[in-house]
């Protein structure tokens, strides 16, 4: 845990990576109705249960300003929430639709838009503090369901774990320190779903088990 980097709360006013404040820029001005900047977390603070994503997607949460909402990927997301309890709603169109969490926290590894969806190595180190501040409100027991391999890895080092010694695998669950278990999913994209690496069953059983596990 020595190596881990210090925690810091969400900044909406960020602009620690300077590709990221470029793309920003450059969106910002294609799109002056967007977000555009860096999105906060989204949900109760002292839930049980912290979904972590990648990163906004460019006509999603950048859009919006709210993780998974307005782009395919969230379709799937908040459709099977709300099945198992932890949303309001099925349907996630904007900040102001009123829906509301309920014992689950929404966030991503990377806090602005990267391009083409691909963050490097350094923007997910300079975001980890965000991260690490998040984790660390997390009630014990507590669950972090991590969509994709760059969230599980993201989650990993901000924590100080040797990521081989928790390979990423969907539906794999890693017994972390005090009571804090890291369950892993393939991210909900169009290209998964599309392909059916992931299908909706499969999701359901994962948000099943995050249920249980952090009830």
């Given at each position: ?15 620690a990576?300077p ?16 977000h ?22 460019m006509?999603?949460?950048?859009a ?14 908040y459709k099977?929430?709300?099945?198992y ?15 509301k ?19 490097t ?6 975001c ?47 017994p972390?320190?005090?009571?804090l ?15 059916r ?6 999701f359901?059983?994962?948000i099943?088990r ?6």
């Amino acid at each position: 845990m020595s190596n881990a980097p210090e925690s810091q709360a969400f900044q909406a006013d960020c602009r620690a990576c300077p590709r990221l404040r470029r793309h920003l820029d450059g969106v910002r001005k294609q799109h002056p109705d967007y977000h555009a900047a860096p999105v906060a977390p989204f949900g109760p603070a002292r839930a049980p249960l912290l979904i972590v994503g990648l990163a906004p997607g460019m006509h999603g949460a950048n859009a919006t300003g709210r993780p998974f909402t307005g782009d395919y990927a969230g379709i799937l997301l908040y459709k099977t929430l709300h099945e198992y309890g932890f949303a309001s709603k099925a349907v996630a169109k904007s900040r102001h639709d009123g829906l509301k969490l309920k014992g689950c926290r929404i966030t991503n590894a990377v806090k602005c838009l990267p391009p083409e969806n691909k963050p490097t190595g350094d923007e997910v180190k300079r975001c980890a503090p965000f991260l690490r501040y998040e984790i660390k409100a997390l009630p014990r027991p507590g669950v972090i369901l991590a969509l994709g391999k760059i969230a599980h890895d993201a989650v990993l080092r901000v924590l100080g774990r040797k990521l081989n010694a928790h390979p990423f695998g969907h539906a794999a669950e890693h017994p972390l320190d005090d009571d804090l278990i890291l369950l892993d999913s393939y991210h909900c994209s169009r290209y998964n779903t599309q392909t059916r690496r992931l299908t909706e069953s499969m999701f359901r059983d994962v948000i099943a088990r995050a249920r249980q596990i952090s009830s």
